[in-house]
């Protein structure tokens, strides 16, 4: 009567995961950067990747630019206010498969303590043993958003025309994950 398969637990592993941002600098060139605080978990379905769901923290606190001052006013109330909101957060809210090994995820993602929905598309990069015993995968998720749209307002206009810091964001997620507990459902 009712199908049985199989879901899959995993924990994100952050000694090998990168939360990646680039944003265009004076109008002529990009700046990147990364979180180094990355955490969180997700469930997979393979059968049914809409029983699939994934949950990702942020530590804007360990933005790294390669610049300390700009490390520094990207933590102040002029972007993340980290003291008053330390972490942004992702939850999915629909999973689907579009190809073998893509995925286009739908959820909330929280910054400054603004939600919006954004979209993500993820290709699943591989799933091994580990020397270890255990079992690993990896994902890479590609999103673009607009920094305005989570209260990130500050900017400079420049006098030749155009802005200082770009609206436009692109991220990109390296993951890799353990394995956690098998459940049936």
């Not at 390669?66 to 006013?73: F, G, I, L, P, Y």
């Amino acid at each position: 009567m009712f199908e049985k398969h199989e879901t899959t637990a995993w924990t994100i592993d952050p000694a090998h995961t990168s939360a990646e941002f680039a944003v265009k600098h004076l109008m002529i060139t990009t700046v990147k950067g990364q979180f180094s605080d990355v955490s969180g978990r997700f469930t997979l379905d393979d059968a049914k990747p809409s029983d699939s769901s994934v949950e990702v923290e942020i530590g804007v606190a360990s933005v790294d630019t390669r610049e300390s001052k700009r490390d520094a006013h990207l933590r102040s109330a002029d972007f993340f206010a980290a003291d008053e909101h330390p972490s942004m957060t992702f939850r999915s809210t629909a999973v689907e498969r579009t190809s073998e090994d893509r995925y286009r995820v739908k959820g909330d993602l929280t910054i400054r303590g603004v939600t919006k929905p954004v979209e993500l598309s993820v290709e699943r990069e591989g799933r091994v043993k580990d020397p270890w015993g255990g079992e690993r995968i990896g994902f890479t998720a590609t999103t673009k958003l607009d920094r305005r749209d989570f209260g990130l307002m500050w900017n400079m206009a420049l006098e030749a025309g155009g802005l200082l810091v770009g609206n436009d964001v692109k991220v990109t997620l390296s993951v890799e994950a353990v394995r956690e507990a098998e459940v049936t459902v």
